[in-house]
């Protein structure tokens, strides 16, 4: 039995965002100048490169980062956690979009990135400023 990891399908990824965005190919191709061809091949894609990725994540609203670690599993996590069976009428569709919160967690994230240099960088000149003083 293995234990590697399967790299992610990125076009799979990107046809998932895609269609949680209420996107279709036809729409997604134009956005980004393209046949509906180019974009169904992109999808049928393991790997895509770097420039078509950020333009494709431009267009669907989203970082590149959110297409590369997309994971359905996070999606299904997010809608599982926020069922509130308190009330006595229990909406079992979904009242948001679970792409959004991805997106609300990459900029916590991201934002506490952010955070954590500034604190090094401080860190570093006062360092620096202590160093200089005991020459």
Do not use: W
């Not at 420039?51 to 970082?63: D, F, N, R, S, Y």
Request: glycine letters at 6%; charged letters at 30%.
């Amino acid at each position: 039995m293995s234990t590697a990891l399967k790299p992610k399908h990125i076009g799979r990824n990107i046809s998932r965002i895609r269609e949680l965005r209420d996107m279709k190919q036809e729409a997604l191709a134009y956005a980004i100048g393209v046949s509906q061809q180019t974009i169904s091949s992109i999808e049928g894609s393991e790997t895509v490169d770097e420039e078509k990725l950020k333009a494709i994540a431009k267009a669907l609203g989203v970082p590149a980062e959110v297409i590369k670690n997309f994971s359905e599993e996070a999606v299904f996590n997010i809608i599982g956690n926020t069922y509130d069976n308190g009330s006595s009428s229990v909406n079992h569709g979904c009242t948001f979009n679970p792409l959004d919160k991805l997106l609300e967690a990459f900029d916590k994230n991201e934002k506490l990135y952010e955070r954590l240099v500034e604190a090094e960088r401080e860190k570093v000149a006062l360092l620096e400023k202590l160093l200089n003083e005991k020459k």
